[in-house]
Nanobody, 114 residues
Framework: QVQLVESGGGFVQAGGSLRLSCAAS????????MGWYRQAPGKQRELVAR???????IYADSVKGRFTISIDKDKNTVYLQMNSLKPEDKGVYYC????????WGQGTQVTVSS
């Protein structure tokens, strides 16, 4: 089992920044990747960014150049630095971890006003 604790969501004006954090505990030695998804009202959950154990990262096209995913291996924490936020970035952001099974955080709300 892997336990995930998220933090860092909130309210920001367009153009602002937020940083999300997700601390993992439990069976973290076998994690293959960590990442972030988001879900806007009435829409499906979508991948925002993912970082693999190798350090390789992938991003949704809509956030490339604005968001940065990183990991602190000593703290077993994955971060999502979100800059130049847009109203369409609004949603609930979920941390996701895979170690052959998928685990999800409780979600953290991000609201961006225009």
């Amino acid at each position: 089992q892997v336990q995930l604790v998220e933090s860092g969501g909130g309210f920001v004006q367009a153009g602002g920044s937020l940083r999300l954090s997700c601390a993992a505990s439990g069976r973290i030695f076998s994690i293959f990747y960590m990442g972030w998804y988001r879900q806007a009202p009435g829409k499906q959950r979508e991948l925002v960014a993912r970082i693999f154990k190798s350090g390789t990262t992938i991003y949704a096209d809509s956030v490339k150049g604005r968001f940065t995913i990183s990991i602190d291996k000593d703290k077993n924490t994955v971060y999502l630095q979100m800059n130049s936020l847009k109203p369409e970035d609004k949603g609930v952001y979920y941390c996701n971890v895979n170690n052959d099974s998928n685990y999800w955080g409780q979600g953290t709300q991000v609201t961006v006003s225009s």
